[in-house]
């Protein structure tokens, strides 16, 4: 917790609540095949793909679309299970565990949010679910807790 002393000088105690931790991804589509797609991911914490989160830490993500091979792409309302998420398959529209609390898409679709408390799990598969104007796609990799 931050902690004001008489002197007005802020200090932090890291020992009394886990630090909120921001990370951000840029999200670029390389390709489509039917309802699927394959994307490119890079940002803070992703090795080889995937997510790695600090363990013990809640986190917001921020997922933003960048120029792929897909124009007019962007994500699924916030009303319509952008993030999904399932700790031991691909999950599918409607699949959540407690671990991610709300997900916000941008008016625009471009940036997706999500809230993480720390969870148990140390291994989650999630979904970002997309559209093209016609359908809708998703793009499943994992996400690690250390």
Same mark, same amino acid.
Request: charged fraction near 20%.
């Given at each position: 917790?931050t902690v004001?002393?008489k002197g007005?000088?802020?200090r932090r105690d890291?020992?009394?609540?886990p630090?909120?931790?921001?990370?951000?991804?840029?999200?670029?589509?390389l390709?489509?095949?039917?309802?699927?797609?394959?994307?490119?991911i890079?940002?803070?914490?992703v090795?080889?793909g995937?997510?790695?989160?600090?363990?013990g830490?809640?986190?917001?993500? &921020?997922f933003?679309? !960048? =120029?792929g091979?897909?124009?007019? +792409? #962007?994500?699924v309302?916030?009303?319509?299970?952008?993030?999904?998420?399932?700790?031991d398959?691909c999950?599918?529209?409607?699949?959540?565990?407690?671990?991610? &609390?709300?997900?916000? !898409? =941008?008016?625009?679709g471009?940036? +997706? #949010?999500?809230?993480a408390?720390?969870?148990?799990?140390?291994?989650?598969?999630?979904?970002?679910?997309?559209t093209?104007?016609?359908?809708?796609?998703?793009?499943?990799?994992i996400i690690?807790?250390?």
């Amino acid at each position: 917790m931050t902690v004001l002393d008489k002197g007005r000088e802020s200090r932090r105690d890291d020992k009394d609540v886990p630090q909120l931790l921001s990370v951000d991804f840029q999200i670029q589509p390389l390709q489509k095949q039917g309802k699927e797609l394959a994307c490119a991911i890079s940002g803070t914490g992703v090795n080889g793909g995937v997510i790695e989160l600090a363990k013990g830490n809640p986190h917001t993500m &921020t997922f933003q679309l !960048v =120029s792929g091979n897909i124009a007019g +792409l #962007t994500f699924v309302s916030s009303s319509d299970d952008p993030f999904c998420s399932m700790t031991d398959d691909c999950p599918k529209k409607g699949d959540q565990i407690n671990q991610f &609390t709300s997900a916000t !898409v =941008s008016a625009d679709g471009q940036t +997706l #949010t999500v809230d993480a408390d720390p969870g148990t799990d140390p291994i989650v598969h999630y979904a970002l679910r997309f559209t093209d104007g016609q359908k809708t796609l998703t793009w499943d990799p994992i996400i690690i807790n250390h």
